[in-house]
């Protein structure tokens, strides 16, 4: 039995797979965000049930939204009670047994490129567009393991300045105490954010992708900059990483006019005769990050 917990900022979802990774069950439970005791004896709860029901201590992957440094230290702004703490050895040491834990833009990365969109591919990096901008590589179906676990955070590169002048752009400050990262422009709240440099007033993103599609002037003027940004921001993922292919997911990659024309925007700011590998969309979705989090902990397990 494999658990996948995914920690959101409101739910804990757990998913239970067997060995060929069948999702057997789910359940969501609120994340407590502010006490760590209590966020580590929810997650102990839902595992021990489990355990209970199937008569097996299960391997355990824990996706969270945030970073794991090389000491299993997290950082997490949307689950402030996990700062620096070590998931992995608290709740390893509660429920006497190896936990696997990481990103969870990652963990996603991770299920695409096993048995989901890449899996026919040798170099996948996953992209999370939705509320923020994040990511991760895989190589051979293992995640990429890099010194301090932030290699890939295309995101929180900067702008450059030619796009902040070309576009007049104010320089934003950004969640993660840096300045005019990628993710203020390029993410689901970036597009609505053009959308009003330029003069429009869209609520949602969906209601200015169909001012878009309709002929709009500035929700097309707002996209032409949105697919130049976003281009120049996956353009440093391929001069990076050189990936086989880029697989999409969160509520951007919904939008098909925004995946059809991100290879022609990326190669924009590529090399002369370089090209942009296939972007794809995700194949398990809203489900990748508890599949993610259960590919890592059978790792973990057969190693
Ligand atoms: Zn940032």
């Not at 990652?106 to 490129?113: D, G, H, P, Q, T």
Request: with cysteine.
């Amino acid at each position: 039995m494999i658990y996948g917990l995914d920690i959101g900022g409101t739910k804990i979802e757990l998913a239970i797979f067997n060995q060929q990774l069948e999702r057997l069950e789910c359940q969501r439970v609120p994340t407590p965000t502010d006490s760590y005791s209590e966020f580590i004896d929810t997650l102990a709860d839902l595992i021990t049930q489990a355990d209970t029901k199937y008569g097996i201590a299960g391997a355990i992957g824990v996706g969270i939204p945030g970073l794991v440094n090389a000491e299993g230290k997290s950082l997490s702004a949307n689950v402030p009670c996990l700062n620096n703490k070590n998931v992995a050895a608290d709740l390893g040491a509660k429920l006497d047994r190896k936990i696997a834990i990481e990103n969870d833009c990652r963990c996603f990365a991770l299920s695409e490129a096993v048995d989901g969109a890449g899996k026919n591919y040798t170099n996948v990096y996953g992209a999370i567009l939705g509320t923020g901008a994040a990511g991760g590589l895989s190589i051979n179906g293992k995640l990429y393991f890099s010194r301090q676990g932030i290699a890939g955070e295309y995101g929180h590169l900067q702008l450059p300045a030619i796009l902040q002048q070309k576009y007049q752009l104010p320089i934003k400050k950004c969640g993660c105490g840096l300045h005019s990262c990628f993710e203020g422009y390029i993410s689901g709240p970036g597009i609505l954010y053009l959308n009003k440099h330029f003069g429009g007033d869209s609520a949602d993103v969906p209601s200015l992708v169909k001012q878009w599609q309709a002929g709009d002037k500035v929700a097309t003027t707002a996209f032409e900059c949105y697919l130049d940004l976003l281009g120049a921001s996956f353009a440093t993922i391929v001069m990076s990483y050189d990936p086989d292919i880029i697989i999409v997911g969160g509520g951007v990659s919904l939008i098909d006019k925004v995946i059809e024309q991100l290879p022609h925007s990326i190669e924009q700011h590529l090399f002369t005769n370089f090209t942009a590998p296939p972007i794809v969309r995700a194949h398990f979705g809203d489900a990748s990050g508890v599949r993610g989090a259960a590919i890592l902990a059978r790792q973990l397990n057969n190693e």
